[in-house]
């Protein structure tokens, strides 16, 4: 079964580098996974957007259409990029950092940056919590597996805040 | 090995490493530079070097060096940086000089769209530097083939002694997907002096397959390598004959390997009435619209170009004789169609694409859907 996925929010969230780990779960668990992203010239602070594919089946065309699942992390990207969401699809928003929601029928807010600044200080790792809330929704992967992914793509000295900003975001839905 | 996730960049350091490359000069540009950072980190732990260097000309000028000196080489860049090198690779031509120019494609002229996706550096990577010149440009559409297609560049550079264009785009070259890499290939050395000096050696005479076994740097064969056109001596030449078997030698050492070199996949080209011709990260999309048509009963067959340069003449002479129409997939204002155009016996149509966006299946579908009416 195909899944598609669209992360998006500004440069600098993390949201390509969340997006990654995702794909990577997925295919230590043996699926076939495309991640791709798109982001303006500037270092931060442009748009940014990425992009995963799940499938049993080989992938050609990289790019979602009609994603099952979208999670915006800024206003912008919510009124851009919720449009062409499956209508039986998830909108997965940051409750802080998008104050309206969208028109549309099934939507997640969480307080996925407040969770990362109030817990652990920083919201540097709001990407990784919302990392944790989208294993818990989309179901996609195990949340032991997403856990060896973060361990191994996050520097070694933040690895235990980053199992604490999973954890947090798998259990605030 | 089992598969893991792995980007375009990354599986062109791969192969990189695995062809046997051991020096990297570059200078970072999008959406080349996970090549540069990848090799940065790979290259010391192998005795490797890696270097960045002030500017592109200089990272060309500094490959060029070391591969003399006997390491095999590649760089890597995009648009802009590929400009700046164009003078080099010329000299590359001339002198005989194996290196592997990566090209990430994106959005031109100049500074264009630089994290965006185009195709639009076919004819650059062909006819970039001046001059008569033979060059072999090669483009992977996955990450698996970026890999494997990095070393078969490594490789034609050492056994031709040329320069390789590894035409990539911002498409693969960003792309992770799954992959399970092989963990051997076959390696090219690099050629060397089968006589002594005593023995009546030159360094510019041919061997039998038209190149030359040109001695490395420091190898004690004190040899001259220079861009003027040169005699079997590696000095300059004024001559009118040495200058004409020079340029056709250094066409012909390419053209009559080209029935090895030419790479063109092809899938569902029996039953084909019209047929789709693409390369890169474009053939992932047209693959599916592809398949789209065909479940819709359409006849439509897959070229893609692994080969870009030398062009595949033949085998798109040979295929359109039996098809009603081609349609070339071009993420540019036109280009690959124009080599089509040169050689098919059927009607071509362009798709074009040039707004810094992929092709969607659907707008390769309503083309094909376009030229089956126009061909009927």
């Not at chain 2, 000095?235 to 050492?253: C, D, L, N, Q, W």
């Not at chain 2, 999309?285 to 048509?293: D, Q």
Request: hydrophobic share 40%.
């Amino acid at each position: 079964m195909r899944k598609q996925l669209r992360l998006s929010g500004s440069g600098g969230q993390g949201v390509i580098t969340a997006a990654i780990i995702l794909a990577e779960a997925a295919v230590t668990e043996g699926k076939n996974a495309v991640q791709s992203q798109s982001y303006g010239p500037e270092a931060r602070g442009g748009a940014s957007k990425s992009e995963v594919i799940i499938d049993d089946e080989k992938i050609y065309h990289p790019h979602v259409k009609n994603p099952d699942f979208v999670l915006a992390m800024t206003q912008k990207a919510a009124d851009k990029y919720y449009a062409d969401l499956n209508p039986e699809g998830t909108l997965i928003l940051d409750d802080d950092l998008v104050p309206t929601s969208p028109a549309f029928k099934n939507i997640i807010r969480v307080p996925i940056t407040k969770l990362a600044v109030e817990k652990l200080g920083k919201s540097l790792f709001a990407n990784i919590v919302a990392l944790g809330v989208l294993v818990k929704v989309t179901k996609l992967v195990d949340f032991e597996t997403i856990k060896k992914s973060v361990a191994k793509r996050v520097p070694p000295h933040t690895v235990e805040q980053n199992m604490t900003a999973l954890q947090l975001g798998f259990d605030a839905v | 090995m089992s598969a893991r996730l792995m980007q375009g960049n990354e599986a062109i350091a791969e192969g990189a490493l695995v062809a046997g490359v051991r020096f990297f000069g570059g200078y970072p540009i999008t959406p080349s530079t996970e090549i540069a950072e990848s090799l940065a980190k790979m290259l010391p732990k192998v005795g490797g070097t890696f270097i960045q260097m002030e500017d592109e000309i200089a990272s060309m000028g500094v490959v060029l060096g070391a591969s003399l000196a006997g390491r095999k080489v590649l760089t890597a860049s995009s648009g802009p940086g590929i400009s700046l090198k164009q003078e080099l690779i010329g000299y590359a031509s001339a002198a005989e000089i194996p290196v592997v120019i990566v090209n990430v494609q994106r959005v031109g002229p100049s500074t264009g769209q630089p994290t965006a996706p185009s195709q639009g550096d076919v004819m650059q990577a062909r006819w970039g530097t001046h001059g008569d010149h033979s060059i072999i440009v090669l483009s992977p559409w996955s990450v698996r083939e970026a890999f494997e297609v990095t070393v078969r560049a490594v490789n034609y550079a050492e056994r031709f002694r040329t320069p390789v264009i590894l035409l990539t785009d911002e498409i693969v070259g960003h792309l992770r997907e799954n992959v399970e890499l092989p963990d051997k290939v076959k390696v090219y050395p690099r050629r060397a002096p089968k006589i002594s000096r005593a023995e009546g050696y030159e360094p510019y005479t041919p061997d039998e397959d038209l190149v030359p076994n040109i001695a490395n740097f420091g190898e004690g064969y004190h040899i001259h390598v220079t861009g003027l056109i040169h005699d079997e001596t590696g000095f300059p030449s004024g001559s009118p004959k040495v200058t004409r078997e020079a340029i056709k030698r250094m066409h012909e050492k390419i053209s009559r390997a080209e029935d090895e070199i030419v790479d063109v996949h092809r899938e569902f080209m029996d039953d084909a009435e019209v047929a789709v011709v693409s390369f890169g990260g474009t053939s992932r999309t047209a693959y599916e619209a592809v398949l789209n048509a065909r479940k819709r009963g359409l006849k439509v067959g897959f070229i893609r170009l692994v080969t870009i340069f030398p062009f595949a003449d033949k085998i798109i002479r040979e295929l359109s004789k039996n098809l009603r129409g081609l349609l070339v997939a071009d993420l540019n204002f036109g280009q690959i169609v124009n080599e089509v155009e040169r050689v098919a016996e059927c009607p071509v149509k362009l798709c074009a694409k040039y707004d810094m966006t992929i092709f969607e299946p659907e707008e390769i579908e309503k083309s094909i859907d376009e030229l089956v009416a126009e061909v009927k």
